[in-house]
């Protein structure tokens, strides 16, 4: 197994045994629900309805001790490769666009690593599921050299030069 | 010379046969290991002048991973000899013509130029898939372990397993899924 994924998942499981809470589905104050679209044909009318659902991420998230009180993956402490498909996966759309950085609530540094590692894990076609409806599904289907395997490393992404990196040395030392 | 050393001897200097998965590998990086093999240099007994080789079964060189965007930077010369002979092939073209060559070259190149490189040459056998001759597959009593671990794609994971792993992200309030 990918090495950050297997310490997510450690970091996981022990979180949830120190708790020994089992996590549950039912909320007294307020849930967080988010909307799905449904879309249906009745006749010549064809209706679109936006339903409240609860998150299905929900039992699954991973607590963080905001001790750096940066983001989850800086206060995880988490390596992500581009292999990491199962973690890379999260911050995407189901066409296969990267979230905004509103709802990744990334800091400005991960958001831009996760999304070239989201890029290098699509151009070696590790995610065929998540891409536009109209694209070519198995990677080896593509055209000329994109046929191949291809891998990549991750110490070609650069930080994120800051503004305030002057101010603040939280930011650059990471 | 007792039965013991006799067995010994015959066993110190037999051919072993190894197998190497190049599936997601770089050729260039693992020609270095298998270099190592077809010479003998992980044998106590080396010596240049004695004849200690392995054989090498390379399968699927045709999943080989490159770097980046070596597929399209790379380029293989040649000369026929006449004027105008030069082609310059990029690495994806040869491939394209040959799965092989581009494992074979790698090995070649990382080898010293003298006269014994030829015959270690021919003790490396590379298969483009895992399809493998009986005759050789039935030789093979060892295998070389890979250099980089194989990316597994995520629709190669179970729906559960991928709905069931630890979340770093949950959506906003009120976001609309899509
Ligand atoms: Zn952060």
């Not at chain 1, 291809?150 to 040395?169: N, P, W």
């Not at chain 2, 006449?82 to 790698?106: S, V």
């Not at chain 2, 298969?127 to 372990?145: C, M, S």
Request: aromatic residues 10%; contains cysteine.
């Amino acid at each position: 197994m990918i090495l950050g994924a297997l310490k997510l998942w450690q970091r996981y499981t022990c979180l949830s045994v120190a708790m020994c809470v089992p996590r549950q589905n039912v909320h007294l104050s307020c849930a967080k629900m988010i909307k799905e679209i449904h879309e249906s044909q009745e006749g010549n009318v064809r209706i679109f309805q936006g339903v409240n659902i609860l998150s299905p991420r929900e039992p699954y998230l991973v607590k963080t001790d905001d001790s750096r009180g940066c983001c989850t993956i800086c206060s995880l402490g988490l390596d992500v490769k581009h292999t990491d498909v199962l973690i890379l996966s999260q911050f995407l759309r189901s066409d296969g666009c990267m979230l905004p950085r509103r709802v990744t609530g990334l800091c400005r540094n991960q958001q831009k690593r996760m999304s070239k590692m989201v890029a290098m894990a699509q151009k070696a076609g590790l995610m065929p599921n998540i891409a536009p409806p109209k694209s070519k599904m198995d990677p080896k289907r593509r055209y000329k050299w994109k046929k191949y395997n291809t891998y990549f490393d991750e110490s070609t992404i650069k930080d994120v030069r800051s503004i305030t990196s002057g101010k603040k040395g939280a930011s650059t030392q990471m | 010379m007792t039965a013991y050393k006799r067995v010994q001897q015959w066993n110190t200097f037999a051919r072993v046969w190894h197998l190497y998965d190049a599936t997601w590998q770089n050729p260039f990086e693992s020609a270095q290991r298998i270099m190592k093999y077809l010479k003998g240099l992980h044998k106590p007994i080396y010596h240049p002048l004695n004849d200690c080789g392995d054989h090498v079964v390379v399968i699927n060189s045709g999943e080989i991973a490159l770097l980046g965007d070596e597929w399209r930077k790379r380029v293989y010369f040649h000369h026929t000899g006449y004027p105008g002979g030069a082609t310059w092939t990029l690495a994806w073209e040869l491939h394209d013509k040959d799965p092989t060559m581009i494992m074979k070259k790698a090995v070649y190149n990382v080898m010293d130029g003298n006269l014994q490189r030829r015959y270690t040459m021919q003790r490396l056998h590379i298969y483009p898939d895992d399809d493998v001759p009986e005759k050789i597959k039935q030789n093979i009593t060892n295998q070389i372990r890979q250099l980089r671990p194989v990316p597994k794609r995520l629709d190669r994971y179970a729906p559960e397993e991928v709905q069931r792993f630890p979340k770093v992200m949950d959506w906003p309030k009120n976001y609309i899924l899509r």
